[in-house]
């Protein structure tokens, strides 16, 4: 019986940290959030130097064949570092992969996905809830439609679409019938895209060994990396609140003195471990095949959705008007984990789920 | 990361289970009331006999004389909760008293408390807090003079649970009456039948007497009562503190506990529907779920420290405060179900689960505070864990 992560696993995330640290300090979020795709792009490089890409792949496709908990560890790293990059997509598209079975189009794609070679787009939104009258449809194996949300729709070379049936489909992102419209959000540091489907051709893989498995899978790691990114994100505020607290001074005293503000970081830290707790938790039970997963990875991502805007909100305010301010940045951090909380399930969706899967609900 | 149990805790687990099966017949439940109700001190007897209290405490002193295993102390824990059976008992002599004592107390003091006190035949109360000393216990006045061959007490004590039923008392005292606040006290067993007790119940919320001021008038204690030497009764009361807290905030019962509020859930109906069709309702159950996952698999990771002899850190220092919120949370959401059934009270027509979740909901604002309010908690976790100052000691009058 062990709970805490291995000697490999700290190590490994201390070099993801250390890479990022140099890789992706706040000028670089900086120029990002400007829109300065070169400079995004080399962040993803850094990255994949470390060969971070497949790491839920099998060795045979050239992954690292571990984990959904090491991937959160990766994750948790750059959300803390409010850095770009497709891993979480790839490693999305990675876990739909694999429950095919191993067939030969399944790998290749696998294969592609895991070197970089194909950059992949992921279309889940549809699957989660519909806005703004989106769909999909195939039609002799041709897809019409759009979806709303696609995760790194502009970088991608092939998209990975959540079908209404529960399949994947597979779509060149270059091909004619397919218009990219880049999304602005609030946290511009990812970038999410609407993309419309004119009579696509499309790819849709078979054997899978349950219908839907791939999607459902898709999404339960969607859902648990978005949840660690914004751990890393929520780490990062509350370490920046604490040490800011303990330079500024009013009244004579650094604010950090303050019982009112001690308070303010003790309640930010008493939140933000057992969530920790949770995530891990639901990592290994994902990793395990326990039946337990599906429901801690629901409870992760509504309760980091909670605790991430307590933890966005009182870190800025501990930093007074400061914490308001671009020359601060702390904003990037406030942003992204708003965007983490609404992205593949807003928190009440995904509580909503969580009562269904247990039988709490009876329509 | 590997949360398998090893064959030993698995056979743990089924051998427990099944002693707890074999022997439901025999577990007391809520309506034998009273601490030393003769079902209760037999189940504990059985506990006792099976290994399934006092575990680790010496077979000389009536335990098991078993190597400490957190694993499996918390495999027993589980299987109570699983199979709603009484737990052992775990008043603060079996949960505060004991543990002092096997760590601090003489070999005679050991003798003459530990086996009675496990055996549920020996009950304590604590005499910690005074009207003048809560959250700041050291500034505590009530004296014990050197007089003779013994101690002469006078002060008072207050927030003494059990004070009424309790055979003993373990007690804070001011003996060096010249040192600093800290270096003054000492640690005192005494009867709660030596003449100079006066026990005054104080009504709380609840309506009910959970606690008590107790009034020492010239009482004289033995001097070889005591636990530790003189001055050392700060160190010997920390000693303590860290099992109260650590009692506080157990994750399985608030699993249990959320779990109870879903059946009442799907129990209750307004208009016959059921309040579990009620998405408002399921919301909030499911929100808190999160938080009870989240805390027990933060309860893993501290367990999985202290396995490996590591400090639990963070996680550790905040279970008291957000276990405790946590458990009053679900005590609201089961009255706020129950709706206007829900201010229920005492005996009343129409009344539910006996007014356990009334009862329960204001009791627990009372650990909320007790045992180190949650202020005190947030002190603790920016000081100890984020390193933010400390807070100044005031200046004694």
């Known amino acids: 019986m062990d709970f805490s992560l291995s000697e490999d696993q700290l190590s490994f995330q201390s070099s993801v940290r250390g890479l990022l640290e140099r890789s992706c300090p706040l000028d670089v979020v900086r120029v990002v959030a400007a829109g300065d795709r070169d400079a995004a792009e080399r962040v993803v490089r850094d990255l994949d130097a470390l060969g971070v890409r497949g790491v839920m792949a099998p060795e045979a496709d050239g992954g690292l064949e571990l984990g959904l908990l090491d991937a959160v560890i990766i994750q948790e790293m750059i959300g803390r570092q409010c850095a770009p990059g497709d891993f979480s997509g790839a490693a999305i598209v990675i876990a739909g992969l694999s429950s095919f079975g191993g067939t030969s189009a399944a790998r290749a794609w696998m294969t592609k996905v895991v070197s970089g070679d194909v950059r992949p787009g992921v279309a889940l939104a549809e699957r989660i809830g519909v806005r703004d009258g989106t769909g999909l449809r195939l039609e002799g194996g041709r897809l019409h439609g759009r979806s709303l949300f696609v995760v790194d729709g502009d970088t991608a070379t092939h998209l990975f679409i959540a079908l209404p049936s529960g399949s994947l489909a597979i779509v060149d992102a270059t091909a004619q019938g397919v218009s990219r419209v880049p999304l602005r959000t609030i946290d511009a540091t990812r970038v999410f895209s609407e993309i419309l489907f004119d009579g696509v051709p499309a790819e849709v893989l078979t054997g899978e060994s349950l219908a839907g498995a791939a999607v459902n899978r898709m999404t339960a790691v ?26 500024r001074k009013q009244f004579g005293r650094v604010i ?13 830290a008493a939140r933000l471990e057992p969530l920790r707790a949770l995530i891990w938790h639901a990592a290994h039970a994902f990793d395990e095949g326990s039946e337990e997963a599906d429901l801690l990875i629901l409870l992760a991502k509504s309760h980091a959705a909670e605790v991430g805007v307590f933890i966005a909100r009182t870190a800025t305010e501990v930093h007074g008007g400061m914490g308001f301010t671009d020359l601060v940045g702390l904003h990037y951090w406030f942003k992204r984990i708003g965007v983490s909380r609404q992205v593949f399930g807003a928190p009440e969706a995904v509580r909503g789920e969580a009562a269904r899967l247990q039988g709490w609900v009876s329509s | 990361m590997d949360l398998r149990l090893s064959s030993e805790h698995q056979a743990f687990r089924a051998h427990v289970a099944s002693l707890l099966e074999s022997h439901r017949h025999l577990a007391p439940t809520a309506t034998d009331r009273g601490l030393k109700h003769p079902k209760r001190l037999a189940w504990q007897a059985f506990l006792l006999r099976e290994g399934l209290a006092a575990r680790t405490v010496p077979e000389a002193y009536g335990g098991r004389g078993e ?6 102390s918390r495999i027993l824990s589980e299987e109570f909760a699983r199979t709603g059976l009484a737990p052992p008992l775990a008043g603060q002599g079996i949960s505060m008293l004991v543990p002092t004592l096997l760590e601090l107390g003489t070999p005679e003091q050991r003798q003459a408390y530990i086996g009675p006190t496990l055996r549920g035949e020996m009950v304590w109360c604590q005499g910690y807090s005074e009207p003048g000393s809560g959250s700041d216990l050291a500034s505590l006045t009530t004296r014990a003079v050197a007089d003779g061959d013994d101690y002469v007490i006078n002060g008072q004590k207050i927030w003494t649970s059990t004070a009424m039923q309790a055979d003993m008392i373990f007690c804070l005292v001011r ?63 920390n000693a303590t503190l ?60 501290v367990m ?38 829900g201010i229920l009270y005492d005996d009343s027509p129409h009344l539910r689960d006996d007014g356990d979740w009334q009862q329960k909901y204001m009791y627990d604002l009372g650990l909320i505070i007790g045992g180190g309010t949650a202020q005190i908690q947030k002190n603790i976790i920016s000081e100890r864990g984020l390193g933010m100052p400390r807070e100044p000691k005031s200046a004694k009058a």
């Open chain 2, 242 to 301: 860290t099992h109260e807290r650590g009692m506080l905030g157990d994750p399985s019962a608030s699993r249990a506990r959320l779990m109870r509020v879903a059946e009442i859930m799907q129990r209750e109906t307004v208009d016959g529907r059921s309040l579990m069709e009620d998405p408002v309702f399921r919301d909030r159950l499911v929100a808190l779920q999160a938080r009870v996952y989240a805390m027990q698999a933060n309860g893993l990771r």
């Open chain 2, 175 to 237: 003996t060096e009456a010249d040192a600093p606040a800290h270096q003054g006290i000492s640690y005192l067993l005494f009867s709660m039948k030596t003449p100079g007790i006066e026990i005054r119940p104080l009504v709380d919320m609840t309506g009910t007497a959970n606690f008590n001021e107790v009034f020492f008038t010239d009482v004289r204690v033995p001097r070889r009562q005591i636990v530790g030497k003189p001055g050392e009764g700060w160190k010997v009361a």
């Open chain 2, 304 to 341: 999985s420290a202290q396995l490996k002899g590591e400090s639990p850190g963070m996680a550790g220092l905040i279970i008291k405060l957000e276990g405790c919120e946590l458990n009053h949370e679900i005590a609201r959401l089961a009255i706020d179900a129950m709706g206007e059934l």
């Open chain 1, 222 to 247: 969607a859902r648990l990396l978005v949840a660690a990114d914004a751990l890393g994100a929520m780490q990062v505020m509350l370490e920046r609140a604490v040490a800011y607290s303990l330079e």
């Open chain 1, 256 to 268: 950090g003195s303050f019982q009112a503000v001690k308070h303010m970081c003790a309640e930010m």
């Open chain 2, 67 to 72: 190597a400490p295993d957190i694993l499996k």
